[in-house]
């Protein structure tokens, strides 16, 4: 660090008194907890609640990470005839779905046993891809393989993305990093899998063997969780407050563009490589992994750097490179290899999108209540995938008839520079000195 940069005690204390200083009234984040019940930050059970988020957010969001797998399948294939605009409804609605619910999961989870949270999401997410596997028609697998499976993974996310903030305070974003890499791991081996499942046994065995998986992995992984904070119940059952403070405002926009333009190339890069390109089939489940590996090393590569300049700057960082590997990489070039450029700068990038996010909120808002506030600023996401992927299917379908993908880039590349504009703007409204450690 530079001799002009803050340190972190008076960066927190810049934040917060920014905070109370924009009507939010410190949120009463509860001084009344119970202290006697709670355990040191950075104990070595902070680890133990890191690995089992790890495997919840490897077949969570794992699962989702690769639906261009099952897009692919889908469109050439089961439903040959629905515009891919339709189709991408499903694979938009399981993130959006998990976002949405995620508002009631992160009241559950403030109240109640995340332990049992945790299983309950890992049932519901499992049982809905089983019975996804059943289904004949795409309505049905929106309501399936989208909106059952989010509302299950909802209860495996916001426990596995908010905990491990209570139980670290020196490096934060790398535990944060951590538990959400298991989502790349799992987009990772899983995208292989779901290619080679689909060619050997068809995509409904696929979906029966991920949705048994998912449950044999995630009911167990979620016994490894533990809050250290205890919350005393409130009278509300959702506390809105927290929504009039400018800098949550701030913060929910830059997640809404930022989810939008994130999702759009994990769906539609794989089918690119095959529809666009002409290059072989196996290369959809190529370029999902490629995704993924990049954004494996990001997610904890980035949370080292965000622990080193703060999680702020980082985010705005990432958000910036992410937007050049659409607009630069992307957009221009039509052969495999800036594809696979791209993806790799894409995925190690846009990693921040999802494990910086909750570092954020943690430093601007606290940790006692950061399970319901992830709720609703995870409610922007649902907006930002529902706005983004099916709009960005619908210019596939009626300007690149099926085939021309530069629509769709453009399209994805604006919502990645409004993302990353406001993010600027909500960088100097905590902090007017560029070296501070935001």
């Known amino acids: 660090m530079t001799s002009t940069a803050v340190s972190v005690g008076e960066s927190e204390k810049n934040c917060s008194d920014l905070t109370s200083n924009s009507n939010l009234d410190g949120l009463e984040l509860d001084s009344t907890l119970n202290n006697s019940q709670e355990l040191p930050p950075d104990s070595l059970y902070g680890c133990i609640v890191v690995l089992g988020a790890f495997l919840m957010l490897m077949m969570a969001i794992g699962t989702t990470n690769t639906f261009g797998v099952y897009l692919l399948e889908y469109q050439r294939s089961v439903f040959p005839t629905t515009p891919v605009s339709e189709l991408s409804w499903i694979g938009s609605l399981q993130f959006a779905s998990m976002c949405f619910f995620g508002i009631g999961a992160g009241v559950l989870v403030e109240q109640y046993d995340a332990r049992l949270i945790g299983t309950i999401g890992g049932v519901v997410s499992g049982g809905a891809l089983m019975v996804a596997s059943l289904c004949s028609s795409p309505i049905a697998l929106v309501f399936t393989q989208g909106i059952l499976f989010g509302a299950g993974g909802s209860c495996l996310m916001i426990p596995a993305v908010s905990l491990p903030s209570q139980w670290t305070q020196k490096h934060r974003a790398v535990a944060t990093g951590v538990a959400l890499a298991g989502g790349s791991i799992g987009g990772l081996w899983m995208s292989f899998a779901a290619r080679s499942m689909v060619a050997n046994l068809g995509w409904q065995w696929s979906l029966r063997i991920t949705g048994l998986m998912t449950i044999g992995v995630c009911c ?20 809105v407050r927290v ?41 959809s489940a190529n370029i999902s992994s490629i995704l993924n590996a990049g954004s494996i090393a990001g997610r904890i590569l980035v949370g080292l750097l965000a622990d080193r300049i703060g999680p702020l700057n980082t985010l705005f960082i990432s958000l910036f490179v992410s937007n050049l590997a659409i607009l630069t990489i992307w957009l221009p070039f039509k052969s495999l290899g800036p594809l696979i450029a791209a993806a790799l700068i894409f995925g190690f990038a846009s990693g921040s999108v999802v494990s910086l996010v909750p570092v954020v909120t943690a430093n601007l808002f606290g940790v006692q209540r950061l399970a319901s506030i992830l709720g609703l600023l995870f409610f922007s996401y649902t907006l930002g995938s529902l706005v983004c992927s099916p709009v960005g299917g619908a210019l596939l379908d009626k300007y690149g008839h099926g085939t021309n993908y530069t629509p769709l880039i453009i399209y994805d590349g604006a919502f990645f520079s409004a993302a990353t504009l406001l993010l600027g703007v909500l960088r100097m409204a905590v902090d007017t000195n560029l070296m501070a450690k935001i």
């Not at 167990?220 to 506390?239: G, H, M």
């Not at 333009?261 to 089918?271: D, E, H, I």
């Open 220 to 239: 167990p992984a979620s016994l490894l969780l533990r809050k250290r904070i205890q919350v005393p119940k409130r009278a509300k059952i959702v506390d």
């Open 243 to 283: 929504m009039k403070n400018p800098l949550f405002v701030l913060l929910f926009f830059v997640s809404l563009f930022a989810a939008g333009g994130y999702f759009t190339p994990y769906y539609f890069m794989a089918p690119y490589a095959v529809v666009a390109l002409g290059e072989a089939q196996n290369w």
